[in-house]
């Protein structure tokens, strides 16, 4: 997934209680500072939860300390980025009002089915305030609004690239290839086979059991990791679910030094009949617009970075 698209958000929520921190990080200090603005350790850590890609789901669950260093060091990264495009934002006089902001989260909760006292959880949980997630969301507004401005306006796609992609794609064009899938992660002493005969008998719900067990992501919400691809998940996940059918609970198995138990919720959507070019045009044009916004992006931040004066410390 790209850099344009908001979906950062979403999976802080998701994955919020999974994220391991080593015991040496808990001193703060300062890895980077840019512009004259300081970054800390700390700073880059509650950052980590919202900037994951899907990509870095498993990797995340996997509590690999190498792997979880990695993925600081491409949270810096791109919070050098956010601070350099503010600069940017506030030369050209670029402001978020709070009537956006909350327009932006009332519409998420809709979307994403949250009322204001799971969210307020969540963020308890994360250790995050209401104004921190806010502040989180206007600059996400912000930071999209200075792109559209500056790079995503550049880019042209044409009929003819449509029409090409069209003939080329157009028996799998429809099929999102992602599927659902909801995770309980058991505390230690907790009988999964036990739990998994309760779950499959109708004693106790799988969204029950991981409100009221789970030590995992999104227990609150019945454990749900949403819309993933199986092919990015944790191995040991991975092999759990991808041979069980829609609604099926997973045989127990090891998650993170954990027992778990996870449920294929629904399965990925297949290519059906050969939409009409009409139906999945602005699919396509998405498709097509992604990679040039890429490239123009990361062009653009080289830019940036080259005139800005930044001391990484990581």
């Known amino acids: 997934m790209h850099y344009f698209i908001s979906f950062f958000l979403a999976l802080f ?9 080593r015991a040496a990080e808990v001193v703060d ?11 800390t350790l700390s700073d880059v850590n509650k950052s980590l939860k ?8 498993s990797a995340l669950l996997s509590g690999n300390p190498k ?22 934002a506030a030369a050209y006089k670029l402001t978020v009002t709070d009537t956006e902001m909350k327009s932006y989260i009332r519409d998420f909760k809709k979307e994403n089915k949250l009322t204001d006292d799971t969210l307020r959880l969540r963020l308890q949980q994360d250790n995050m305030t209401m104004k921190e997630y806010e502040d989180k969301v206007k600059q996400n507004i912000l930071r999209n609004r200075m792109l559209s401005v500056m790079v995503q306006r550049k880019v042209v796609v044409t009929e003819e690239e449509i029409q090409a992609y069209y003939n080329q794609h157009k028996g799998s064009l429809g099929s999102t290839g992602k599927s659902r899938v909801s995770l309980i992660v ?9 739990l998994k005969k309760k779950i499959e ?3 106790m719900s799988f969204e029950a059991a991981a409100k009221k067990i789970s030590v995992g992501p999104n227990a609150a919400a019945g454990g749900s990791l949403g819309e993933v691809e199986i092919k990015d998940l944790n191995d040991d996940l991975r092999g759990a679910v991808e041979n069980l059918k829609q609604g099926e609970v997973s ?11 996870a449920r294929l919720d629904s399965a990925a959507q297949t290519a059906g009949d050969v939409k009409p070019l009409e139906e999945v045009k602005a699919q396509i044009k998405r498709a097509i617009e992604e990679p ?17 004066v930044i001391d990484i410390r990581m």
């Open 201 to 203: 008998s109708g004693e």
């Open 29 to 39: 200090r300062i890895v980077a500072i840019a512009n004259g603005k300081m970054i």
């Open 13 to 21: 929520l998701v994955m919020a209680s999974a994220m391991p921190l």
């Open 292 to 308: 040039k916004l890429e490239a123009m992006f990361e062009e653009y931040m080289k830019k940036l970075r080259s005139e800005a």
């Open 67 to 88: 792997v979880i260093q990695e993925m600081q060091k491409k949270v810096l990264s791109r919070m050098i980025d956010d601070l350099l495009l503010a600069d940017k």
């Open 186 to 194: 058991l505390p230690p002493k907790q009988d999964p086979l036990e």
């Open 50 to 57: 919202l900037f994951l890609q899907d990509s870095d789901r």
């Open 251 to 261: 045989k127990p198995f090891q998650l993170a030094g954990k027992s778990a138990l």
